[in-house]
Nanobody, 119 residues
Framework: QVQLVESGGGLVQAGGSLRLSCAAS????????MGWFRQAPGKERQFVAR????????SYGDSVKGRFTISRDNPKNTVYLQMNSLKPEDTAVYYC????????????WGQGTQVTVSS
């Protein structure tokens, strides 16, 4: 399995920005999907965004469209999630995932990073 390490979470005021990073332990094959998911207390894990290492197949969850941007840096084996115009409802633990399928079945997961948006 691919080892993933997230960073960049923290506390920010509503309207602010954060950038999350996800470093992969190895160069995943070009057909892998990399994704961001989040889970708030008492809620199910929610899809946020995904991208292929090739840079194609970018998709966003409805609640973050127009505010979040996913990107990757192949030489650094790192995927980013730029989060702008943050809202209190964005508060959650954000997880990075890597998988061979778009449904992220049998995915490798990071440990998560906390994002807290204050009103």
């Amino acid at each position: 399995q691919v080892q993933l390490v997230e960073s960049g979470g923290g506390l920010v005021q509503a309207g602010g920005s954060l950038r999350l990073s996800c470093a992969a332990s190895e160069r995943t094959i070009s057909t892998y999907y990399m994704g961001w998911f989040r889970q708030a207390p008492g809620k199910e894990r929610q899809f946020v965004a995904r991208i292929k290492w090739t840079g194609s197949s970018i998709s966003y969850g409805d609640s973050v469209k127009g505010r979040f941007t996913i990107s990757r840096d192949n030489p650094k084996n790192t995927v980013y999630l730029q989060m702008n115009s943050l809202k209190p409802e964005d508060t959650a633990v954000y997880y990075c995932a890597a998988a061979e399928t778009v449904g992220f079945s049998a995915a490798s997961w990071g440990q998560g990073t906390q994002v807290t948006v204050s009103s």
